[in-house]
């Protein structure tokens, strides 16, 4: 049995009821595999205990004797202090809330104790302290290692090592190991069923450390192998004559032709490289699987549509998929107004188009009657199927899971997948988890494009920022004043003074106070679709002036008539989101501004991450700085999760492992491709029984 086969409910697991249920679900686990690769987030080191005299504010183990109870009164209620000695000290151990322990610390009987000590009001207290009592015959872990899990409401550390344990205890046991006993042996790791027991209940810090090594090892191994075995089948596809009649050495088409021509503007160097680079891939035998990257503004867009065109002229059809349903929605307002004059048939199908119809559309799109549709991830539900698709693209790839890469092009047969993307890979993550990826990058931003002013401003010099927008606005220019929170924080009212803005409150401002008589809009995530649809479009046609916005118009968001984009708390915002933020103006020919607006209280952090917008444009250099601000460990934030599923690895950190497991992963396919040699079994057993990085629910 491999791991992820447990997926057995969790009820199966003494001590599992129902009320337990719930907020391991919560969590997002499901079954018994879910919960044991539920991995600590920390472990409680008490394998050192000290005498009380050493007390210290942070937790330390001690062994100590009840000396009495006896109770106090605060306030309404009485509270139990037990005190307590041992060789070196006396303490008190004040009880609030939990009368009930004056039955489980006895007087006279010795205890295990781990708890934090201070001084205070003349004697040595403890209020938070956890024990249990000593008893010579039994030996227990509470002095151990123990795993601190991140929770959800309804859970507390002890039920879930509680659970833990008893989940280990009923079925880690027969848990086959999933890498090549060689590598195991060769790399000094455990064994899978002595890992997976060793990252929950530790004996010792070295072996701690060997559980993670292993289980980092084999999550990495196995990424490798995915990465190196789609580029494999890549590879392979080719044989059948699949496009040998439409040879245009990297030429353009007929329908790409026609809209180059009809546009205003010519495109950019960059912007023809890629798409020479994108048109020579859709001619070759293999299916592309390209990522294009370009700055904000860069103009990807259009590069897809191009792509697209070329996919159509083959009489195929193409699917653009993007993160949000307002970016949907713009890409195909655009591609309508590009797209449909040449004759091609646009669609757009988003989670919240209604069942009628949707259904026409899904009937429309098995029929062949649309040649380029777009949308959200409903591109590739379970019941959309596809006439012909032959090339997919996902905008703002980072937002997607690696699984769903694979969902969309198994919509069509052989399809061709370029994926875009605003914000730069890191070198180790572009060698490895796009390892099996061309990357094509446009450097340059269209012509004529003045760079972004950006002034930062004291949140008492707001007055100044709100007059010169007021000047743009009267020269015909819109604006965007974004804001950290949706509506005011709950408690507000008792802190005005430090409470943030809210999108809610300061539209109401802007709109009475600041800017009366100018047209303002608001929106955010929780305004209905169809209300964001129509928001989106007044600000678009030029009827609404102002757009008030928490960061939903981060991504993609296009109207080129914007030139003024005030960022308030900006010391709130992370360095990418800023970056797409100040992406949404500039996107004209006149001069753009952005306006970062900070409070009066801003941290060192803060400081920085708004010099580094101050000081740099180029989104390359932005996610560099990014890094170094926020060090190596922490990209495994939102911006990573859309790479790779992985629990305990990070790419960045671990880059010494991941070269190591890409190596090994690579000679083993070079060798045995099909894995069908009998050393190699293993591995295709784990990818057939129990696929890694699978998005179903553990
Ligand atoms: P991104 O790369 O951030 O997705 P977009 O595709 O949204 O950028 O393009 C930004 C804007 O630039 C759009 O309004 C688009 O019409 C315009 N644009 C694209 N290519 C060119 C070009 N070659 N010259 C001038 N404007 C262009
Ligand atoms: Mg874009």
């Given at each position: 049995?491999?791991?992820?086969?447990?997926?057995?409910?969790?009820?199966?697991?003494?001590?599992?009821?129902?009320?337990?249920?719930?907020?391991?679900?919560?969590?997002?686990?499901?079954?018994?595999?879910?919960?044991?690769?539920?991995?600590?987030?920390?472990?409680?080191?008490?394998?050192?205990?000290?005498?009380?005299?050493?007390?210290?504010?942070?937790?330390?183990?001690?062994?100590?004797?009840?000396?009495?109870?006896?109770?106090?009164?605060?306030?309404?209620?009485?509270?139990?202090?037990?005190?307590?000695?041992?060789?070196?000290?006396?303490?008190?151990?004040?009880?609030?809330?939990?009368?009930?322990?004056?039955?489980?610390?006895?007087?006279?009987?010795?205890?295990?104790?781990?708890?934090?000590?201070?001084?205070?009001?003349?004697?040595?207290?403890?209020?938070?302290?956890?024990?249990?009592?000593?008893?010579?015959?039994?030996?227990?872990?509470?002095?151990?290692?123990?795993?601190?899990?991140?929770?959800?409401?309804?859970?507390?550390?002890?039920?879930?090592?509680?659970?833990?344990?008893?989940?280990?205890?009923?079925?880690?046991?027969?848990?086959?190991?999933?890498?090549?006993?060689?590598?195991?042996?060769?790399?000094?790791?455990?064994?899978?069923?002595?890992?997976?027991?060793?990252?929950?209940?530790?004996?010792?810090?070295?072996?701690?450390?060997?559980?993670?090594?292993?289980?980092?090892?084999?999550?990495?191994?196995?990424?490798?192998?995915?990465?190196?075995?789609?580029?494999?089948?890549?590879?392979?596809?080719?044989?059948?004559?699949?496009?040998?009649?439409?040879?245009?050495?990297?030429?353009?088409?007929?329908?790409?032709?026609?809209?180059?021509?009809?546009?205003?503007?010519?495109?950019?160097?960059?912007?023809?490289?890629?798409?020479?680079?994108?048109?020579?891939?859709?001619?070759?035998?293999?299916?592309?699987?390209?990522?294009?990257?370009?700055?904000?503004?860069?103009?990807?867009?259009?590069?897809?549509?191009?792509?697209?065109?070329?996919?159509?002229?083959?009489?195929?059809?193409?699917?653009?998929?993007?993160?949000?349903?307002?970016?949907?929605?713009?890409?195909?307002?655009?591609?309508?107004?590009?797209?449909?004059?040449?004759?091609?048939?646009?669609?757009?199908?988003?989670?919240?188009?209604?069942?009628?119809?949707?259904?026409?559309?899904?009937?429309?799109?098995?029929?062949?009657?649309i040649d380029i549709i777009l949308g959200t991830h409903a591109l590739f539900s379970k019941n959309v199927v596809y006439k012909k698709l032959s090339l997919a693209v996902i905008d703002e790839q980072h937002r997607f899971g690696v699984t769903q890469r694979q969902a969309i092009i198994s919509k069509g047969e052989?399809?061709?997948?370029?994926?875009?993307?605003?914000?730069?890979?890191?070198?180790?993550?572009?060698?490895?988890?796009?390892?099996?990826?061309?990357?094509?990058?446009?450097?340059?931003?269209?012509?004529?494009?003045?760079?972004?002013?950006?002034?930062?401003?004291?949140?008492?010099?707001?007055?100044?920022?709100?007059?010169?927008?007021?000047?743009?606005?009267?020269?015909?220019?819109?604006?965007?004043?974004?804001?950290?929170?949706?509506?005011?924080?709950?408690?507000?009212?008792?802190?005005?003074?430090?409470?943030?803005?809210?999108?809610?409150?300061?539209?109401?401002?802007?709109?009475?106070?600041?800017?009366?008589?100018?047209?303002?809009?608001?929106?955010?995530?929780?305004?209905?679709?169809?209300?964001?649809?129509?928001?989106?479009?007044?600000?678009?046609?030029?009827?609404?002036?102002?757009?008030?916005?928490?960061?939903?118009?981060?991504?993609?968001?296009?109207?080129?008539?914007?030139?003024?984009?005030?960022?308030?708390?900006?010391?709130?915002?992370?360095?990418?989101?800023?970056?797409?933020?100040?992406?949404?103006?500039?996107?004209?020919?006149?001069?753009?501004?952005?306006?970062?607006?900070?409070?009066?209280?801003?941290?060192?952090?803060?400081?920085?991450?708004?010099?580094?917008?101050?000081?740099?444009?180029?989104?390359?250099?932005?996610?560099?700085?990014?890094?170094?601000?926020?060090?190596?460990?922490?990209?495994?934030?939102?911006?990573?999760?859309?790479?790779?599923?992985?629990?305990?690895?990070?790419?960045?950190?671990?880059?010494?492992?991941?070269?190591?497991?890409?190596?090994?992963?690579?000679?083993?396919?070079?060798?045995?491709?099909?894995?069908?040699?009998?050393?190699?079994?293993?591995?295709?057993?784990?990818?057939?029984?129990?696929?890694?990085?699978?998005?179903?629910?553990?």
């Amino acid at each position: 049995m491999f791991l992820r086969e447990l997926t057995a409910p969790l009820d199966h697991v003494k001590g599992v009821g129902q009320a337990r249920i719930k907020p391991l679900a919560n969590m997002g686990i499901y079954s018994i595999a879910g919960l044991l690769c539920h991995y600590p987030r920390d472990w409680e080191d008490r394998c050192r205990v000290v005498p009380l005299r050493d007390f210290a504010t942070e937790k330390v183990c001690t062994v100590v004797m009840v000396v009495r109870n006896d109770w106090v009164k605060t306030g309404k209620s009485r509270t139990l202090k037990v005190h307590i000695k041992d060789d070196t000290a006396c303490a008190v151990l004040v009880c609030f809330n939990r009368p009930f322990l004056e039955n489980q610390l006895v007087p006279g009987k010795r205890y295990r104790l781990f708890g934090s000590f201070s001084y205070r009001y003349g004697e040595l207290q403890s209020t938070s302290f956890e024990f249990e009592e000593v008893s010579d015959d039994v030996v227990t872990d509470f002095f151990s290692i123990l795993p601190v899990y991140p929770l959800s409401a309804g859970l507390t550390q002890n039920h879930l090592r509680t659970i833990m344990r008893n989940a280990l205890r009923q079925y880690a046991g027969p848990l086959e190991n999933e890498l090549p006993d060689s590598i195991i042996e060769s790399g000094g790791l455990l064994p899978k069923a002595a890992a997976i027991a060793a990252i929950h209940f530790p004996k010792s810090t070295e072996e701690l450390a060997r559980a993670k090594r292993t289980l980092i090892y084999e999550e990495l191994f196995y990424m490798e192998i995915i990465v190196g075995r789609r580029s494999l089948e890549r590879k392979s596809m080719s044989g059948a004559a699949r496009k040998q009649d439409r040879e245009t050495g990297g030429g353009m088409t007929p329908l790409q032709k026609q809209l180059v021509e009809r546009l205003p503007f010519a495109l950019t160097k960059g912007q023809r490289d890629a798409l020479c680079e994108i048109n020579r891939d859709m001619d070759d035998a293999f299916p592309m699987a390209r990522l294009l990257q370009g700055d904000v503004g860069s103009g990807k867009t259009l590069v897809s549509f191009l792509a697209a065109l070329k996919a159509i002229d083959y009489g195929a059809q193409a699917a653009v998929m993007a993160p949000t349903e307002l970016l949907a929605r713009q890409h195909a307002d655009n591609a309508a107004r590009l797209l449909e004059p040449l004759g091609v048939r646009v669609a757009l199908l988003s989670g919240n188009i209604k069942s009628s119809g949707r259904n026409q559309i899904l009937k429309s799109l098995a029929a062949g009657d649309i040649d380029i549709i777009l949308g959200t991830h409903a591109l590739f539900s379970k019941n959309v199927v596809y006439k012909k698709l032959s090339l997919a693209v996902i905008d703002e790839q980072h937002r997607f899971g690696v699984t769903q890469r694979q969902a969309i092009i198994s919509k069509g047969e052989r399809c061709d997948l370029l994926m875009m993307s605003a914000t730069p890979i890191p070198r180790t993550l572009a060698l490895t988890v796009f390892g099996d990826m061309d990357v094509s990058v446009i450097p340059d931003l269209p012509p004529g494009r003045k760079p972004v002013e950006t002034h930062l401003a004291k949140e008492s010099n707001e007055k100044k920022v709100y007059d010169f927008v007021r000047r743009e606005l009267d020269c015909g220019r819109q604006a965007y004043f974004v804001y950290p929170l949706i509506e005011a924080e709950e408690g507000g009212e008792e802190l005005p003074l430090t409470a943030l803005k809210d999108a809610e409150s300061m539209a109401a401002r802007l709109a009475n106070e600041v800017f009366p008589g100018i047209p303002l809009a608001l929106v955010h995530s929780k305004i209905a679709e169809d209300r964001k649809k129509e928001i989106m479009e007044a600000f678009r046609g030029g009827v609404t002036k102002i757009l008030v916005a928490t960061s939903v118009v981060e991504v993609g968001v296009d109207v080129p008539n914007a030139t003024c984009m005030v960022i308030e708390h900006a010391e709130r915002f992370g360095l990418s989101a800023l970056h797409q933020l100040r992406g949404r103006v500039g996107r004209g020919v006149a001069q753009s501004f952005c306006f970062l607006v900070y409070s009066d209280e801003l941290t060192e952090d803060g400081k920085r991450r708004l010099k580094v917008m101050l000081e740099n444009r180029d989104g390359f250099v932005i996610a560099e700085e990014d890094l170094k601000l926020r060090g190596p460990g922490q990209i495994t934030g939102t911006e990573q999760s859309g790479y790779l599923r992985l629990g305990l690895a990070d790419p960045v950190r671990d880059a010494a492992e991941l070269s190591r497991a890409r190596t090994d992963a690579f000679t083993v396919l070079e060798a045995d491709p099909g894995l069908v040699s009998p050393k190699n079994l293993r591995i295709s057993a784990v990818l057939r029984r129990a696929p890694p990085f699978s998005d179903a629910g553990l």
